[in-house]
């Protein structure tokens, strides 16, 4: 069997796809008929679908339209790298074209589709591949692409995505196994690599720690020499080594992200053992609801110990589950079963989080990095679709011989799973119309007739959880009502700018202003009100907000009431209050202080001065000193990535720019290169000596720049290597060590 002529499979198999593809349009129709929907699905405090996947992507495509990359946005914090940040999977292939050439709605929507079959395919392509028939192989790849984990996680489209890949890394690992080839390697990367460009690098790391595991299994149960163990290894790791290169690009400007985060320490037991999988979830196997529906309302409130639902779902069928029983008096018989029986074990275990026997492993890298160990539960779940295919096989050969029964039996099994899934998904996913969940909500129109200004939403998240823990969301009209809040991302769909942002992990520097923020804002759910400290207030104008959108009433005097939304059944009305006397997006200095630590940053942030001082925190001294001497500043032209300012200064000033402290960003006065200092904790600062200046600011990420300058000699030697390293009719057979088929 040589996997690059997929030679294992036959005419036949072409209706296998052809079944495949028609379940995935069924799947996915209400999308598209009889009018244009999109996926609204609650979750914690928002919809991970309305204000985190779908805004990204909406970017991505307004960016490429214009024959740009999202490199950065001024639409969230103070200016935000949003691909360094990865989870937007801007330079995926199938994104590119996609959100290039569809309208964004689209494009989403037919991404769905993309992500589904294909994870369908590499499944069906694998289980052949590893010895299945065709129609065990159609059950397989069914029950593993429209399992209770993938459905459950239709909320997270960077998540699917990722995943989608998984079975072809496995049918290569599978490929290496019998003979390793350069070829192979090669191919082995450029899926990784496509993975790594989905954008979530946990699913990646799975993926690989998975498929290393399976590759181990594989090798230890099969009686090869030595040297074909440790080349098929070496040959694994150098795979996964250039996949870094050929997603170079993506993967530099992440690292360098990575660095500016909370996630910088590597040994974190509290962050990587958090959500795990609960023992009590293992009934859910048989009902996915049978310790309550979220979509009601009756689904325990998610916590750190208890984990999340559509993280710990992992329901197949009962069919398939039943075939997954049948098959385990076969486990020391069959060295494929037993492989999958111990990769089932392994992620169950790692899924338990700290309450694995095991956790200690959580307090090292790169487990240390991730959250949310009940992630492996992919693993479990396309270990089961293997084990379920390979225990139809094993059923159909015991109770019959006659090809017909046992291909109207295997279809009727089939059909009978698929409709058992279907169902689930039906009661669980809901969709709304894209006119009318993407139109503008009142709060939107509003702002749009006044003074562009940046939006802070405040107390949101308490009325929207209150319903989603109690009422799920068999009523969606009171989700579509609080979009008037305004949270962070959403707004990116109307280009307002925003003080927050929502991130699968935040920059620190952002994240401590807001954290700030938070901390001098005191809210009373009973009364429905809210006050706002003097440091809290001083911050919000310090970093430029004009409007605070909240459902809260706030009685200050610095507030005024300049909005509030009709009132919807007994919903709380929504207010948009105006900020008095916010900073600019330009100002100069008064006086200027150095903080030597992250602390005393924090205490001057805090303190009443900022503002009638007009104070700047740095955090290194300055060339030259500074005196509060005023001048003229103009902002010439101001877009995403470049600021153009003209200046008319009467003494050294320093002047302050209210956008984000990131690399990437450089300066240049009058022609000349100018470094930028960190003020305020996430504000750029210039030094400018006396007279008239022309200042020019850009976003020129050096780590874009030479991971792609990598990416694309990695991709010509890929490319090179598909070229003269392409297997001829002339290569010799694999080994025979596990050509055997798999119910044998």
């Not at 009433?553 to 009132?567: A, N, Q, S």
């Amino acid at each position: 069997m040589r996997l690059r002529r997929l030679d294992f499979l036959k005419k036949s198999d072409s209706l296998a796809f052809l079944t495949l593809s028609l379940f995935c349009l069924i799947f996915f129709a209400k999308l598209f008929y009889p009018t244009l929907k999109i996926f609204v699905t609650p979750d914690f405090g928002l919809s991970d679908v309305l204000h985190f996947n779908y805004p990204r992507k909406f970017l991505l495509s307004e960016a490429l339209k214009n024959n740009k990359l999202p490199l950065w946005t001024d639409n969230l914090s103070s200016g935000y790298p949003l691909f360094a940040e990865g989870e937007t999977g801007a330079i995926n292939p199938v994104n590119l074209f996609l959100f290039k050439f569809f309208p964004p709605e689209v494009a989403f929507n037919i991404g769905y589709i993309v992500i589904f079959f294909t994870t369908a395919v590499g499944t069906y392509l694998f289980s052949r591949y590893f010895g299945l028939t065709a129609l065990p192989s159609l059950f397989t790849a069914t029950v593993f692409a429209f399992s209770g984990w993938h459905i459950s996680q239709i909320s997270h489209f960077d998540h699917l995505q990722t995943i989608s890949f998984l079975p072809f890394v496995f049918l290569i690992t599978e490929s290496l196994i019998r003979r390793p080839t350069i070829f192979k390697l090669n191919l082995l990367a450029a899926v990784l690599s496509l993975q790594i460009l989905s954008g979530y690098p946990q699913h990646v790391f799975i993926t690989i720690m998975g498929a290393l595991i399976f590759l181990i299994l594989r090798l230890s149960f099969t009686k090869v020499s030595l040297s074909h163990w440790l080349k098929t290894v070496v040959f694994f790791l150098l795979g996964t080594f250039f996949s870094i290169f050929l997603s170079a690009a993506q993967v530099l400007p992440m690292f360098q992200y990575f660095l500016h985060t909370e996630r910088t320490s590597f040994f974190s037991l509290q962050i990587s053992s958090a959500f795990p999988y609960p023992l009590s979830h293992l009934i859910t196997f048989l009902d996915p609801f049978l310790l309550g529906n979220p979509a009601k309302g009756t689904y325990p409130p998610f916590g750190r110990n208890w984990g999340i639902f559509w993280e710990n779902t992992g329901y197949i069928g009962i069919l398939p589950l039943f075939f997954c029983l049948w098959v385990m008096p076969f486990i020391l018989k069959n060295k494929k079963i037993l492989t999958f029986t111990v990769l089932f074990s392994i992620s169950l275990i790692l899924v338990l989080g700290h309450n694995s026997p095991f956790y200690f492993l959580f307090s090292f890298p790169p487990l240390s990095i991730f959250r949310v160990p009940s992630r492996f539960f992919v693993l479990t779940t396309f270990s089961l679709a293997i084990m379920a295919g390979v225990g139809l096989e094993v059923f159909l050969k015991k109770i019959c011989h006659k090809r017909l029964i046992l291909g109207f039996l295997s279809i009727l099994i089939i059909f009978f799973t698929v409709f058992q899934l279907f169902s689930f998904y039906q009661h669980y996913q809901p969709v709304g119309e894209v006119k009318t969940w993407l139109s503008p909500p009142e709060t939107v129109q509003f702002l749009k007739t006044q003074e562009k200004g940046k939006v802070f939403a405040l107390g949101e998240t308490d009325p929207w959880n209150k319903i989603l823990f109690t009422k799920g969301w068999q009523d969606l009209e009171p989700y579509h009502y609080y979009l008037n809040n305004l949270s962070a991302n959403f707004n990116l769909l109307y280009n307002l700018p925003s003080l927050g942002f929502y991130t699968g992990f935040a920059l620190n520097r952002p994240r401590i202003i807001n954290e700030l923020i938070k901390k001098g804002v005191t809210e009373d759910l009973n009364t429905k009100t809210a006050s706002i400290s003097s440091p809290a207030k001083n911050l919000l104008k310090l970093y430029g907000v004009s409007y605070i959108v909240s459902p809260l009433k706030v009685d200050d005097g610095d507030l005024l009431k300049i909005f509030e939304t009709r009132p919807v059944g007994d919903l709380e009305k929504i207010f948009v209050y105006k900020l008095k006397s916010p900073k600019g997006f330009t100002f100069l200095a008064g006086e200027v202080v150095t903080a030597k630590t992250l602390e005393e940053l924090m205490e001057n942030l805090n303190s009443e001065d900022i503002l009638k001082k007009n104070l700047v925190i740095l955090e290194k001294s300055l060339p030259f000193n500074v005196k509060k001497s005023g001048g003229e500043v103009e902002v010439k032209n101001k877009t995403d990535r470049e600021i153009n300012i003209k200046l008319n200064l009467k003494g050294n000033a320093l002047l302050i720019i209210n956008q984000g402290f990131y690399p990437g960003w450089q300066a240049v006065v009058d022609g000349k290169g100018t470094p930028i200092l960190a003020a305020n904790l996430n504000q750029s600062a210039i030094p400018v000596s006396s007279g008239e200046h022309e200042v020019r600011l850009f976003f020129k990420s050096e780590s874009f720049r030479v991971g792609a300058t990598l990416s694309i000699f990695s991709l010509i030697a890929a490319s090179l290597i598909f070229i003269f390293k392409y297997p001829r009719k002339t290569s010799p057979r694999p080994t025979k060590l596990i050509s055997r088929p798999v119910a044998s």
